[in-house]
């Protein structure tokens, strides 16, 4: 395939090289065939849009690519589709190689790029109305609006939203008879149950063992509560690691799978998609999951197999019972370098209508943290339905901070990253994990900051 | 008249000359240039044996692979490095000492490294030091007035000091662009050699990939290490690990091939493998199998690494004494994203032209009495098993000394003209003979 170029000479190719390099991701060529007059030649514009392909699967960019450019004659969408865009993205802004008009990516810190002016700016869109007489930013959950702020603009739109937690083999709870536990005292109750029928509790991979985060992080919110998360994030001191409800949790994922019969053969060296085929054969009940696994494994998934997610089952001494942890902090940005920065602008501003965020819905089964009525959406699946209704249906929580000492340095668990697999394998109790965060913090709470230049 | 006689039998005498020197040198036999001295490159690895085996078995096994620089992980400066540095002795290697101490001594009291390797220092195997793995730039000074300190207690033995990859975070980084990260560091910490790292073997649902960055990456360490004048490690993929939701693949010999080769085109002086023995999973990956995994059993990967290692230590000695003049990348027309540097060599006098099915990448050399050497890789993902064919126009170069897996075969080049078949993960070590 590569015959062609190869085959120029050293010097012509390295002519060539440089507009390769600087050009790549944009072009314009005149064109009559998108003209709808056809009388007159218009400008072909190219729009490269970058996205992170995984468990929403690729049908929502393709559908929303088309529909833009039936709206916007001229224009040529070109898709990019990579697991790894999100690591890739860094390089290129860096670099100003290979760069897209429109990214989609996965939570990362993007907070750096906006100060290094890697990112366009993007105030002008959220103040622009979008439909209905609401702006970009009246449109986003309010739990997420500012998300995308620092210094006073924003650089971001947030992108992928949804609902995580314990998905359950439908199917199977019915046919055994079991109730879906709305606490963790009955789920406790049901996995005697589950593995007297010879069938594992719990499907997960060692391999992303960051899943965890799912219910963990949504125990730990019903613990704490919608004003203790707030509190949180707001990250006024080393001390918001002590939260007795991080404990809580990670003793709840201690517990669980303290007892290797709660875990299918093998999980430890399982990646997702493994883990997420043993679910789908039946070999577990129940898996750590969010609410893009139907679309993930939609080749895979046997015919007949019905899934759907329950309602966090509530940890003892909860204060609210209804939290999504949504792990919402997704996001698209606009390259400041980007050939056709202003048509990657629009195109956000395309994908906030009503109409093309219940056409995301309906092609990735999934939501985008807007609201809006995606429970209307028609031909949702049974899954989809109850990814939606526990959305819209619980405190959302949106797990970031504006603190820089949160999402330069610290997160979530700041000594190494989520305990869980240290906490499985004997390396670490929940109650060391939590201190070890927690001192951590503490130690290193001013370093850090003076660090960040932060008085 | 006798003027021009004897301009015309000066011509006469020159033109004789000429033809019979190309005569002479069309006769000659191939020859590869003779360098008197004996370097070695540099084959480092991350984790030695941890504690409960080091042993002169499990240290045999390194010094049988290849390597010759081997670091301590789960040792610090105690008596099991001493163990470690008896055992290094034994099987002719150097070790690394790993300090958690060293690295966390304010810039203002260096002092406290007074005495601090002195029970170390007189064993030949005593490398240096393991100072600081993926420091952020606001390291780099407590770094540099720790590096002041240590040349003047242990001159000659390593600081070694480990820096991030091109896609790392620039928090990580310190808020430094990767270009001024490295740059910082230089000037800053003023090292006798750049090491970084980067591990660019993926898999994903839909597949295999390599990481985009990383020519880029070899290129910018490179480039910066040239301007300053030092040589420069990379280190080399040997396991693989999930983290965050990306999976680096196993690698096979295959890979461990390709990133060895990439390394030499851009001029490493160093290769390194991550890791050596396989290392206990952490809350930030997972690890697979190494060359050697946890409970002390070889794995296949440790006879691929031996075969590459061997491969090129049947070379080094001849490479070592080569500056990197600049490396290609071709095609450059419709390049994919991965080929991207930012310092691409647009020409080096005796290539002609390349032509090549499959993406390639062309490290170029020249030694002090410019001769002049390639070193050629199939670009291609080795998980691929794509062949590559090149052909390269050359210009008065009559035949090539080319180094590969198959060990060392001098051939003519008939018109100029040198044509392989690159086998996936493939690189080859190629000296011009004029």
Partial sequence: MMKKSATLSIALAAALSLSACQGGNSESKESASSNPTGSAKVQETTLKISYFKGGLGEEWIKQSADAFEKAHPGVKVELEGDPGITEKMGPRLESGANLPDVAFVLRTGWQRWAIKGYLADLSDIYATEIDNGKTLKDKLQPGIAEYGNIQGKYWIVPWADGATGLVYNAQMFEDNGWSVPTTMKELDELLPEIKAKGIAPFAWGGKVMSYWDFPVVGWWAQYEGTEGMESYKKMEGPEAYGQEGRLKALEEFERLLGDESNSIEGAAAMDHIQSQMAFLQGKAAMIPNGGWLETEMRNSTPEGFRMKMMQLPAIDGAKETKVNNTMGGDFAIVPAKAKNAELGKEFLKFLSSDDMLKLFTEKSGSVRPFVYDAASVPGLSEFSKSVIDIWQNSENLYLYSENPVYYSKFYDWPLAGAPYMMIYQGDETAQSAFEGNLSYAEENWDAVKADLGIK | ?434
């Fill in chain 2, 1 to 434: 008249m006798r003027g021009k006689l004897k301009r015309a039998t000066g011509a006469t005498l020159i033109a004789a000359c000429l033809v019979q020197t190309a005569a002479c040198t069309k006769d000659k036999p191939l020859e590869e240039p003779q360098y008197s001295n004996d370097k070695k490159i540099t084959i480092g690895a991350w984790v030695a044996p941890p504690p409960e085996f080091i042993n002169e078995t499990t240290y045999k096994d390194i010094a049988d692979s290849g390597i010759n620089l081997i670091y301590g992980l789960y040792e610090d400066a105690d008596q099991n490095a001493l163990k470690a540095l008896q055992m290094a002795e034994q099987n002719g290697i150097q070790y690394l000492v790993r300090s958690r101490g060293a690295s966390v001594i304010p810039e203002d009291e260096t002092d406290l490294l007074d005495g601090m390797f002195d029970e170390f220092k007189d064993s030949p195997a005593f490398g240096g030091v393991l100072v600081s793995d993926e420091p952020g730039a606001s390291k780099f000074k407590q770094l540099g007035a720790l590096h002041e300190k240590f040349k003047q207690l242990l001159p000659g033995k390593h600081f070694y000091v480990n820096l991030f990859p091109t896609y790392s975070s620039l928090d990580q980084r310190s808020g430094r662009t990767y270009k001024e990260y490295i740059d910082e560091y230089i000037q800053t910490v003023k090292p006798e050699f750049v090491s970084f790292d980067h591990y660019p073997l993926m898999q994903s649902v839909d597949g295999t990939y390599t990481k985009e960055d990383h020519l880029l990456n070899l290129d910018i360490v490179s480039s910066a290490s040239k301007r300053a004048g030092l040589p420069f490690w990379a280190f080399i993929q040997s396991i693989g690990f999930s983290t965050a939701g990306t999976q680096n693949r196993d690698p096979d010999e295959k890979d461990i091939r390709w990133q060895v080769y990439n390394a030499l085109a851009f001029g490493a002086q160093g290769i390194q493998y991550f890791t050596y023995w396989t290392p206990t999973n952490d809350g930030a990956a997972t690890f697979s199998k190494a060359m050697v995994d946890v409970d002390g059993t070889k794995t296949p990967l440790y006879e691929s690494v031996k075969n590459v290692n061997k491969e090129i230590q049947g070379f080094d000695r001849i490479y070592m004494n080569y500056d990197n003049v600049g490396v290609m990348t071709l095609p450059a027309e419709n390049a994919p994203a991965n080929l991207y540097t930012e310092n691409r060599l647009a020409q080096f006098k005796p290539i002609k032209d390349i032509v090549s099915e499959q993406p390639i990448v062309v490290g170029c050399f020249q030694d002090k009495s410019g001769n002049q050497a390639l070193v050629l890789v199939n670009y291609t993902d080795p998980a691929s098993n794509q062949n590559n064919k090149v052909n390269i126009k050359l210009d008065g170069i009559r035949g090539v000394s080319q180094y590969d897996k198959n060990g060392n075969t001098i051939s003519k080049t008939g018109g100029g003209n040198y044509e392989v078949t690159l086998e996936p993960g493939e690189g080859k070590f190629i000296m011009l003979l004029k």
